[in-house]
């Protein structure tokens, strides 16, 4: 596995040899990835390679088959281990779809971890969900409203602003532009970059979207044959000798966002 960083990088999520297999099918074997402090990796490929159960193994959601995760150098067991709960606070997670708790208003949403992992009474929670609720970009009038009352990109970022509730050193998102039109998409990859260099957050995005590729991803890495086939800088990425690699970054789509990223 070729990688864009240099020897001294801090590896935070390392990755080895992990196997996930359901039932007889297997989905990753012999898996390897590094993950590097501060970057924002985008994972991708294509439908089956195990995205989403690649991102569900590292959070400790899903007990791999085999192989090692370290997170900060910590083995990764399933969610919760015991005596794990600094670890979990290190980690936010934006699922795909917001997975917001519906009977609840958005300000609830987010206060929610900070009362459960950390025993604040409610007003202070939800004080302190506001300031994510606006670091997140919605504004104060957002935070009495419930999910279904929120356009698709106003829940991408109410669950932007849960998962960045307890402060976490790594965010973990899941698609976290689909089904955004293109000016929502790009406002949001803006918006990721942005907390990125404030907050020094490392950043695991699976994602599909060729313009987030361009405009927000330091690295990128392809799924493909059960394995990671290749996890560098993007330029890198799309001269790999691969007909998946071919199709997805040099189609119609690839040069599009290829030409909006130039321009």
């Not at 997670?93 to 459960?116: D, H, K, R, Y």
């Not at 109410?158 to 050193?169: E, F, I």
């Not at 790594?170 to 918006?191: K, N, R, S, V, Y």
């Not at 059960?226 to 691969?242: G, M, S």
Request: glycine share 12%.
């Amino acid at each position: 596995m070729v990688t864009g960083h240099g020897a001294g990088a801090e590896v935070v999520i390392s990755v080895r040899n992990l196997c996930n297999r359901f039932g007889g099918h297997a989905v990753h074997e012999g898996l390897d990835l590094d993950v590097y402090r501060g970057e924002i990796l985008g994972v991708v490929g294509g439908s089956g390679t195990g995205k989403s159960v690649l991102l569900r193994s590292i959070v400790g959601l899903r007990r791999p088959s085999g192989g090692e995760i370290r997170v900060f150098g910590e083995e990764r067991g399933v969610f919760p281990p015991q005596g794990g709960s600094q670890l979990e606070r290190r980690c936010g997670v934006l699922f795909q779809n917001g997975a917001l708790f519906s009977s609840l208003t958005v300000i609830e949403n987010i206060a929610l971890p900070l009362i459960e992992h950390t025993g604040l009474p409610r007003p202070e929670a939800e004080h302190l969900a506001g300031l994510k609720l606006a670091l997140a970009g919605l504004p104060k009038k957002a935070g009495s409203l419930y999910p279904a009352e929120l356009s698709g990109g106003m829940v991408k970022r109410a669950a932007l602003a849960r998962a960045l509730a307890l402060d976490p050193d790594i965010l973990f998102l899941d698609e976290p532009t689909a089904g955004l039109d293109p000016i929502g998409a790009a406002a949001f990859d803006q918006l990721l970059v942005t907390l990125r260099n404030a907050l020094g957050l490392t950043v695991f995005m699976v994602t599909h979207d060729l313009d987030t590729l361009y405009a927000a991803c330091d690295r990128v890495a392809v799924l493909s044959r059960k394995k990671v086939l290749v996890a560098d800088r993007l330029e890198v990425v799309a001269a790999t000798d691969d007909p998946w690699v071919r199709e997805y970054f040099h189609g119609p789509r690839g040069r599009a966002a290829l030409q909006d990223a130039g321009s």
